[in-house]
T-cell receptor
């Protein structure tokens, strides 16, 4: 049963465009994350939000920005996409930070032409 | 910093074979250790966790035992099925950095 929802499933866009991805969790968790997964299935943490506050901001390009309206929602905006941004973006949530299991959404596949 | 190493990038087995995927970690203290599985077209799913030396985690026929001495948390299953074909991730909870560190993943292919 899906409890972490992501939209859209797929997005194809041109270099330089702006895109936004949405994530919602219905698990009542306090912490949400964005990951980037490349074609080799490597998972890279991008951002973590705990109770609407940014806790971890990995060294991602400035064109990426997370946005959270409440602890159940976490969006990701990419201001001007580059070809290397093509990947699957995974949203996840957990009860807390660090040593709690995470629950993932199905991902949004971004293709930059 | 903390790290997780999965030795095998790809594993190919036949149905009913015994599975071992190796996972070693580097961290101080007793970090929580996890296994996740990702099926094609889906996000990773939590399998199980362990957080104490010699603790065994298990789910869906898979199991792993926390070994502080060898800093390992190897995934095993006695008899794999074609439906087990997926990517398996070992992960470590880094409470100092408030994040989970994932290994590179192991692609398991089970042939009928």
């Amino acid at each position: 049963e899906t409890a972490v929802f992501q939209t859209p499933n797929y997005h194809v866009t041109q270099v330089g465009n702006e895109v936004s991805f949405n994530c919602k969790q219905t698990l009542g968790h306090d912490t949400m994350y964005w990951y980037k997964q490349d074609s080799k299935k490597l998972l890279k943490i991008m951002f973590s939000y705990n109770n609407k506050q940014l806790i971890v901001n990995e060294t991602v390009p400035r064109r990426f920005s997370p946005q959270s309206s409440d602890k159940a929602h976490l969006n990701l905006r990419i201001k001007s996409v580059e070809p290397e941004d093509s990947a699957v973006y995974l949203c996840a949530s957990s009860y807390g930070l660090g040593d709690y299991e995470q629950y993932f959404g199905p991902g949004t596949r971004l293709t930059v032409l | 910093g903390d790290s997780v190493t999965q030795t095998e990038g790809q594993v190919a087995l036949s149905e009913e074979d015994f599975l071992t995927i190796h996972c070693n970690y580097s961290a101080s203290g007793y970090p929580a250790l996890f296994w996740y599985v990702q099926y094609p077209g889906e996000g990773p799913q939590f399998l199980f966790r362990a957080s104490r030396d010699k603790e065994k985690g298990s789910s869906r026929g898979f199991e792993a035992t926390y070994n502080k001495e060898t800093t390992s948390f190897h995934l095993q299953k006695a008899s794999v099925q074609e439906s087990d074909s997926a990517v398996y991730y070992c992960a470590l909870g880094d409470t100092n950095a408030y994040k989970v560190i994932f290994g590179k993943g192991t692609h398991l292919h089970v042939l009928p």
